[in-house]
Structures are given as C-alpha cells and as structure tokens.
C-alpha cells in the first residue's frame, strides 16, 4: 500500500484525504517543493528545502519546519515505499479554515502533505532533444514564490501538448522568462544566456546547479533577457527542471535549433551534471 506524509504521519494512501475548507483547495494558499532521488540519495535537498521556507515567508506563512526536519521526513517517506530513484513531492498550505480572503485569524495550523513516485532519468530525450513551443506568459508577477497557483502554468503546457510538445516557453513582450515547469537558455557563441533571477521567473535549483557548473568549466554564464527572436537563433537552446535535469531542445515551435543536433556545450553541461549528481546527493 502507498504511504503518503500528512503533516508528520504516514498514512495509506486511501486513508489520504484533503479538508474542503482547506486554504490550499480553495484559494491555492500554500507553496510546493519537488526533489529528486538518485539511486537512494536526496539531490540538493538543502536547496529546495531553503526555498521552500523562503517561499513560505514570502507569502507570510509561518512554519515550524526547518531543514533538517523536511530531509528527514523525505527520506523516511521514500524508504516507506521502497523508492530509490524517482522525485518526492511537498506542498503546504495555510491551513483549515472557513472560506474567507483574508488570512485566518487566530491563524491556523499549516497542512503538509507529500508523496513520492518512482521514474527513471529521462535517458532518451536527454540523448535526443525535445521539441517546445512558444506562449504568451500571463501568470502572475511573483513567479519567484514556488505556490500553489498553477493555472497559468497549466494551460501554458496545454497548449504545448496540443502541438505534440514537451514543453512550453513562455514570455512577456517577447522577453522570454522561462518554461511552464522549466528555466529557459539559449547559447550562443558558447555564452549560456538565461533570464536574470528576479519576480519574473523560480530561481529553479537545477538552473543553479547549471550555474555552478558554468563556473567550474569557464563558460560565462549570462543573466539579461533576452528575445524569443534571439531564442529561435541561438546555437543551443536547453531547458532544465528537477525532473528534466538539463534538457536539449532542437525544435521551437517547428523550426529546428541551428543543426538539429545537440551541441557541443550542452554535453559538457550534461555531464557536468552527472558529477553533481554524485557530489551533491546525501544519504
């Protein structure tokens, strides 16, 4: 039987159930993290679980859990349902409480709930590339905060499905910001451009960890928008998530990325991502 985390029990999976009057159902009033498990290792737990209280305190929710405490509960969900290689998904919300905008008052007790699943890493389409397509971002404009409020995400990547796509790339005037459940980057000329890390976009943890990787290898690593014109003209294009790691793209909205084929930098980041994955995963 699946064992799902609701605040600090495990519980079977039937047994799993979400109040009608909770903030999270009614208002999307609440945050999510999801990490990824690497042959029975949390990857880069630290980090997501730092955004997570930051994203809490961004919308003034205010919870006892610290880092350490989420990594624990992590693990002993996932070990419960014996996965080792897959992703374990959190969220929290406001709490239980009549339907009212404000926030609660007195305030309420913060419902956590988490549940895991097991995958493999999408070996082919990493080998491969994938095919996106391009939308007018018209999500709300504090995109930094990882909430509840996915609407504008889901009809984003709707519409890319539509079209037999893997993702979608959104943007704002044509400045792309990022994907529906991805950070953007075009190359050009061996220079890794990618929005800067402000309200507009998540400062996703793999988009970090790109980052790093850029400086251990001396590539620039450059934080300006940029054009969906200039997207469609680069060199390379990829898109990263916790899910997707770091992701080729040879086609934009039907028209293929320079040769088609995976270029030379995002190899290197590819496997620069493979050494992070051995040196940032905990036990």
Sequence with gaps: MTKVLINDVLVDEKEAKVAFNDRGYNFGDGI?????????????????????LRSAGEIGLDVDYTVESLTKSVRLLAEA??????????????????????????????VLTAFVKAYD?????LEDGVTVMTTEDIRWLRCDIKSLNLLGNVLAKEYATKYNAEEAIQHRNGIVTEGASSNVYAIKDGIVHTHPANHLILNGITRRVIQWICDDEGITFHEEPFS????????EVIISSTSAEVMPVVKIDGQVVKDGQVGPVTRKLQKGFDRYIESHSHE
Excluded at 32 to 52: C, G, I, M, S, W
């Design 121 to 125: 890493r999408p070996y082919k389409a």
């Design 81 to 110: 349902n014996g996965v080792t290689d897959g992703g374990v998904y959190m969220q929290v919300t406001r709490g239980v409480a009549p339907r009212d905008h404000a926030f609660p008052t007195p305030s309420v007790e913060p």
């Design 32 to 52: 999510y993290e999801y990490v990824r498990l690497y042959d029975n290792k949390l990857f880069t737990a630290q980090e997501h679980f730092e955004r997570l």
């Design 228 to 235: 969906v014109e200039f997207l469609k003209n680069a060199d």
